[in-house]
């Protein structure tokens, strides 16, 4: 099952348009949609799943009634040949932070990114103009160029952000992504975590 790939800070990152969409703090989860199989697989960024993890156990059936049936009607107007279909969505809810939820919180799924197989990821606008009036889409926070002055905003928290933002720009194998974080979300890993904040950050 595709893995979400790594995305780099704003060091080096190409001067050019994107769209910055909100970097919700939760748990990255993936879902596999087979044509013949239906959604059937289920992932962390790193492991699968199923309904006797006790992690994530209840995302299952909250993306059931909340994302799949809306995401698959897109994905069969939009992309009828598909073959295999991956999506991701952010596990959160209001007391998430680093990967860690809080029991008993109300728990959502954003859904961020598309994966269509042997095409990629579709590009920002694609996702926009698709899947971006469907409940629960990662939200914009930005279109314009990915400057020094857009990553200075992000970083003292001129934008209504917590963690911070996902730049996206281009599109298909010409597709680039980058994150920056707010140094107030900065100071609360140190906070919480110590010397492994890196591990956290960007």
Same mark, same amino acid.
């Given at each position: ?5 790594? $995305? ?10 994107? @769209? ?65 279909? @991956? ?7 209001? *007391? ?19 994966? $269509? ?29 990915? *400057?020094?002055?857009? @990553?200075?905003? $992000? ?18 194998? *010409? ?28």
């Amino acid at each position: 099952m595709k893995t979400y790939p790594t $995305i780099l800070g704003p060091s080096k990152a190409p001067k050019k348009p994107c @769209i910055a969409f909100y970097k919700y703090d939760g748990s990255n989860l993936r879902w596999e949609w087979q044509r013949k199989r239906g959604w059937h697989k289920f992932g962390t960024r790193r492991r699968l799943f199923d309904h006797t993890d006790e992690q994530f156990k209840d995302a299952i059936p909250l993306f059931f009634e909340t994302q799949a049936d809306q995401i698959l009607a897109v994905v069969k107007k939009k992309y009828r040949d598909a073959q295999k279909v @991956i999506v991701f969505t952010e596990y959160v809810g209001p *007391n998430s932070f680093a990967g860690q939820h809080e029991p008993g919180d109300e728990m959502k799924l954003v859904l961020f990114d598309v994966n $269509i197989h042997t095409k990629g990821l579709v590009g920002p606008r694609e996702f926009l103009k698709n899947f971006g009036r469907l409940e629960n889409v990662a939200e914009v926070v930005y279109e314009g160029n990915l *400057n020094e002055q857009f @990553i200075d905003d $992000i970083r003292h928290s001129r934008y209504p952000v917590n963690e911070g933002v996902v730049c996206k720009g281009g599109s298909g194998h *010409n597709l680039w992504m980058r994150k920056i974080k707010t140094l107030k979300y900065y100071k609360r890993l140190k906070e919480s975590f110590g010397e492994k904040w890196k591990e956290y950050w960007e």
